[in-house]
């Protein structure tokens, strides 16, 4: 990501923990919508992929909303708009998508083991470091500058400030890659809660 300006730090900060935000949140919560609503799986039959896909859902309602105090700070910045906003769309839903198809994958490690909460929560504040959510990669060495290439959230990072604000310059293997992880996470995390659920339901 580009260095921003002075007038466009704010936006480019706000931006970037808009969008951690509403990934750990929503991971989280898929993850461990399951195991909370074990006692309705329990008595009613309900598909309980529906829990992690609602949650993840439920955190796209909220990163939407929060876009209007971020456009706020964009008109504060004298900044406007980008007219690339409809995409916002696009990234929005890939990243619930991931959030999703993690969550499934996690959601059969929170029943069937209680510290793995406390892990994950370690790993998304190391990843929250090693995304450009505080600071742009161009300033970085070329290690970190490496880690922010192949991080995936830097992708769906740069191509949100982008077509929110324009406060970023997103290249094609970012769009590319997002849209690998979000199909790979949603297929995998699928595949996963399917063939250890039934084990796994006993266990609520």
Same mark, same amino acid.
């Given at each position: 990501?580009k260095?921003?300006?002075?007038q466009?730090?704010a936006?480019?900060?706000?931006?970037?923990?808009l969008?951690?935000?509403?990934?750990n949140q929503?991971l989280?919560q898929?993850?461990?919508?399951?195991?909370?609503?074990?006692?309705?799986?329990t008595k009613i039959? !309900?598909?309980p992929?529906?829990f $992690?896909?609602s949650?993840?859902? /439920? %955190? #796209?309602?909220?990163?939407?909303?929060? *876009? +209007?105090?971020?456009?706020?700070?964009?008109f504060?910045s004298?900044?406007s708009?980008a007219?690339?906003?409809?995409? !916002?769309l696009?990234v929005?839903? $890939?990243l619930?998508?991931l959030? /999703? %198809? #993690?969550g499934?994958a996690?959601?059969? *490690? +929170?029943?069937?083991?209680?510290?793995?909460?406390n892990i994950?929560?370690?790993?998304?504040?190391?990843?929250?470091?090693l995304t450009?959510?505080?600071?742009p990669?161009s300033?970085m060495n070329?290690?970190?500058?490496?880690i922010n290439h192949?991080?995936?959230?830097?992708?769906y990072?740069d191509?949100?400030?982008w077509?929110?604000?324009n406060?970023?310059?997103?290249t094609?293997?970012?769009?590319?890659?997002?849209?690998?992880w979000?199909?790979?996470a949603?297929?995998?995390?699928t595949?996963?809660?399917?063939?250890y659920?039934?084990r796994?339901?006993?266990?609520l």
């Open positions: 990501s260095l921003p300006s002075g466009q730090f936006p480019y900060l706000m931006a970037g923990i969008m951690n935000t509403f990934f929503s989280m898929s993850a461990d919508s399951i195991a909370s609503n074990g006692g309705v799986l039959y !309900v598909p992929q529906i $992690a896909i949650s993840a859902l /439920a %955190g #796209l309602t909220n990163f939407f909303i929060g *876009m +209007f105090p971020l456009a706020i700070v964009c504060i004298g900044q708009l007219w690339t906003l409809p995409l !916002v696009v929005g839903v $890939a619930a998508l959030t /999703a %198809g #993690l499934l996690l959601s059969i *490690m +929170f029943i069937r083991f209680d510290d793995t909460r994950v929560n370690v790993l998304l504040m190391i990843l929250m470091y450009p959510i505080f600071y990669t300033v070329r290690t970190m500058q490496n192949w991080n995936p959230i830097t992708s990072l191509i949100f400030r077509a929110f604000s406060n970023a310059t997103p094609l293997f970012n769009w590319i890659y997002m849209s690998i979000s199909a790979l949603l297929l995998l995390g595949y996963i809660f399917k063939k659920w039934p796994t339901v006993a266990m």
